[in-house]
């Protein structure tokens, strides 16, 4: 099941959706570049924007390939949000079933529905993680895999140590594992895969990209920043992640007099809310910051990768 994401990867990773910052021209970059590229569903607004984008990537990843037969490029997903609030949801699940989007990320809420309807055109369901409740209820809804979001991840983020939740979840989970948080760096990539899961998140790598759709700001204070620069805090969309702490400064705030975030008022879909407002000034980033400190195109930092990811294999070997 695993090969049919990972037969075209030249990496084990998968370039996390992130709101905003995450658009076709990004996942088009991340899949030629060898690496599955991903976004968020409501990235694509108003909703009939979506149809556009999927037809965007499918075209363009399927002429690629067309010219590029010896490596064709690895295959893309969409996030979907399951919240009950996001009213978009049945409307853009049935999108990915029109275009038969390889893969679906799921997000904030049990997968059932989307699960079922993702298998019926033939599709792979992975659903994000942050505590063993959430994984052992993604199991039971039928999830292909599982991305566990740990401490550091970009965005909304869980609490537990990579070491610790991978261990746990194995114990009673044998499927296809991803692992978030603060993976910035090709060592970093075989280091996970030690550890025992079989792809990587990454998203913060790529948010100062040229291909990325971040603010000319936003992707200079990325370059700027170092893992103290992190402030974990659910302000913002009622769900703990990790921010930024010049962007909340710049927004009038005092990062260390945060008050509680309200995980009742969030609100997701069409309708959007304050919070999806705020998103756009308080921006998103993981405890792998301090790894990057110069902009480049995907293609260059998925060969930055590439080349640390075989160095570190080397090294291994001859240790």
């Known amino acids: 099941m695993l090969t049919r994401l990972t037969a075209s990867l030249t ?3 998968i370039g996390s959706p992130m709101f905003i910052v995450s658009g076709p021209e990004l996942v088009i970059a991340q899949c030629q570049a060898g690496i599955l590229g991903a976004f968020p569903a409501l990235n694509a607004r108003p909703a009939d924007v979506l149809r556009e984008w ?21 295959p893309f997903a969409v996030n979907q949000i399951v919240h009950p609030t996001n009213d978009r949801l049945e409307h853009d699940v049935a999108l990915c079933a029109e275009f038969k989007v390889p893969l679906v990320i799921t997000s904030l809420h049990a997968p059932n529905q989307v699960v079922e309807k993702v298998h019926a055109y033939g599709g792979l369901v992975f659903h994000d993680v942050t505590t063993l409740r959430h994984a052992k209820k993604a199991i039971d809804a039928g999830v292909d895999g599982l991305i566990l979001v740990c401490h550091g991840a970009g965005g909304h983020a ?3 140590n990579p070491f610790a939740f991978v261990a746990e979840v194995r114990r009673f989970y044998d499927g296809p594992l991803v692992l978030a948080g603060a993976i910035s760096k090709g060592e970093q990539i075989v280091a996970a895969q030690v550890l025992g899961v079989d792809l990587v998140y990454m998203g913060t790598r790529f948010i100062a990209t040229q291909e990325a759709n971040a603010q000319a700001d ?4 990325v370059l700027d920043a170092a893992a103290g620069d992190i402030v974990y805090t659910n302000l913002f969309t009622g769900v703990h992640g990790n921010y930024l702490r010049q962007s909340i400064e710049q927004a009038g705030l005092d990062p260390d007099a945060l008050p509680e975030g309200d995980k009742t008022s969030m609100r997701y879909g069409s309708g959007g809310s304050s919070k999806a407002k705020a998103w756009r000034d308080i921006w998103g980033a993981g405890q792998g910051v301090g790894a990057i ?7 260059e930092e998925v060969a930055t990768l590439r080349q640390d990811y075989q160095k570190t294999l080397d090294h291994l070997r001859r240790l």
């Open 293 to 299: 400190a110069s902009m480049h195109s995907v293609a």
């Open 54 to 74: 999927l037809q965007q990537i499918t075209q363009t990843l399927a002429d690629y390939d067309a010219q590029h037969p010896e490596q064709p490029s690895a």
């Open 218 to 221: 936003y992707k200079q204070m």
């Open 11 to 13: 990496l084990p990773v």
């Open 158 to 160: 869980g609490r537990l």
